[in-house]
């Protein structure tokens, strides 16, 4: 039952979203001439010493360097949404999608969540426990110094620079963290999940471990 009205409720953020988009398309003024789209290089490392936790492939070297792409979670906790900005992070965003549609996030399990008076934010994209399960890869990081990570931010997280592959983590209060992290975008829905997450408690005392109760990422797609 659960899972249905979960799967009720994402087929209605879903619907929403087409229903807005499509507005906004009707009343839009004629589109101009196809012009081809930005691209940008990107570098994808093999890393033999990890490798991948689940089957999937490098991604093709070249991504889009403009527009944006929604990402539907849906969790044990309820759906959310996730605008990524690839203008932003071209690399980013085209590895991000290639591992949804690889359906390496799905049935999945966030092995990390924190609540304290530096970080609030929960860890996912460990396949087998936290900082551990990844693609097989890694890419360089794509900041500028000056990021800032509020609540309802998406980053990857890293072991160090150059070390991205499938991690990141959501922020649900704040993050004082230092700019070292490539911001993929923002929750444009669902942040109550969060909350939810937040309020089910955290086993360990310092605010900094695994959630009392399991988060469960069950499936994920891109449109």
């Known amino acids: 039952m659960?899972?249905?009205?979960?799967?009720?409720?994402?087929?209605?953020?879903?619907?929403?979203?087409?229903?807005?988009?499509?507005?906004?398309?009707?009343?839009?003024?004629?589109?101009?001439?196809?012009?081809?789209?930005?691209?940008?290089?990107?570098?994808f490392t093999p890393t033999p010493e990890n490798p991948a936790a689940k089957p999937v492939r490098i991604p093709s070297p070249v991504g889009r360097a403009k527009g944006t792409v929604d990402v539907y979670f849906v969790t044990n906790y309820g759906p959310f949404v996730v605008r990524m900005d690839r203008a932003n992070a071209p690399c980013g965003v085209h590895n991000f999608v290639h591992l949804v549609r690889s359906?390496?996030?799905?049935?999945?399990?966030?092995?990390?969540?924190?609540?304290?008076?530096?970080?609030?934010?929960?860890?996912c994209g460990d396949i087998y426990r936290q900082e551990e399960g990844g693609p097989g890869y890694k890419f360089p990081d794509e900041?500028?110094?000056?990021?800032?990570?509020?609540?309802?931010?998406?980053?990857?997280?890293?072991?160090?620079?150059?070390?991205?592959?499938?991690?990141?983590?959501?922020?649900?209060?704040?993050?004082?963290?230092?700019?070292?992290?490539?911001?993929?975008?923002?929750?444009?829905?669902?942040?109550?999940?969060?909350?939810?997450?937040?309020?089910?408690?955290?086993?360990?005392?310092?605010?900094d471990g695994p959630p009392v109760k399991p988060i469960r990422i069950y499936k994920v797609w891109a449109i």
């Open 2 to 43: 659960k899972r249905s009205i979960t799967a009720l409720i994402a087929a209605a953020l879903v619907a929403t979203t087409l229903t807005t988009t499509a507005s906004t398309t009707a009343w839009a003024a004629p589109a101009a001439p196809s012009k081809p789209r930005p691209v940008v290089k990107c570098e």
């Open 103 to 123: 359906r390496f996030y799905d049935a999945t399990q966030c092995f990390r969540l924190t609540n304290s008076a530096r970080l609030g934010v929960l860890q």
């Open 143 to 207: 900041v500028t110094g000056q990021e800032t990570y509020p609540r309802g931010t998406v980053a990857y997280g890293n072991q160090g620079p150059g070390t991205n592959g499938s991690e990141f983590f959501v922020v649900h209060s704040f993050a004082n963290i230092a700019p070292n992290y490539t911001v993929l975008g923002h929750v444009i829905a669902g942040m109550s999940a969060f909350d939810r997450m937040v309020a089910a408690g955290i086993a360990d005392p310092d605010q």
